[in-house]
Nanobody, 119 residues
Framework: QVQVVESGGGSVQAGASLRLSCTTP????????MGWFRQAPGKQRELVAAIRGSGYTDYGDSVLGRFTIARPYGESTVYLQMNDLKPEDTAVYYC?????????????WGQGTQVTVSA
């Protein structure tokens, strides 16, 4: 089992910023991608942002231009900078780490961190 640990959630007002962090003790070379999904009550889990080892990034349409994902070179840690937060960003944010085992890859998930944005 691969451990994935998130931190940085909280409650803020609309327009504020938050920074989420996610880390795994696995070696950086073994982690081919990391990122964040979120799930609001009654809704499906959706992509927030992801970053591959090559540096390629992908964002959900609703966060484009407001959120930025970053993974420092050589680290198994990813950061999600969330600016101009809106009430609709309220959700549990789940970090994933894609571990490359050579013959296959597998995603591992954190427990989730709550982000609540009030109007």
């Amino acid at each position: 089992q691969v451990q994935v640990v998130e931190s940085g959630g909280g409650s803020v007002q609309a327009g504020a910023s938050l920074r989420l962090s996610c880390t795994t003790p696995e070696s950086a070379d073994s982690i081919s991608a990391m990122g964040w999904f979120r799930q609001a009550p009654g809704k499906q889990r959706e992509l927030v942002a992801a970053i591959r080892g090559s540096g390629y990034t992908d964002y959900g349409d609703s966060v484009l231009g407001r959120f930025t994902i970053a993974r420092p070179y050589g680290e198994s840690t990813v950061y999600l900078q969330m600016n101009d937060l809106k009430p609709e960003d309220t959700a549990v944010y789940y970090c994933f780490a894609e571990r490359d085992w050579g013959d296959y890859v597998k995603d591992y998930w954190g427990q989730g961190t709550q982000v609540t944005v009030s109007a």
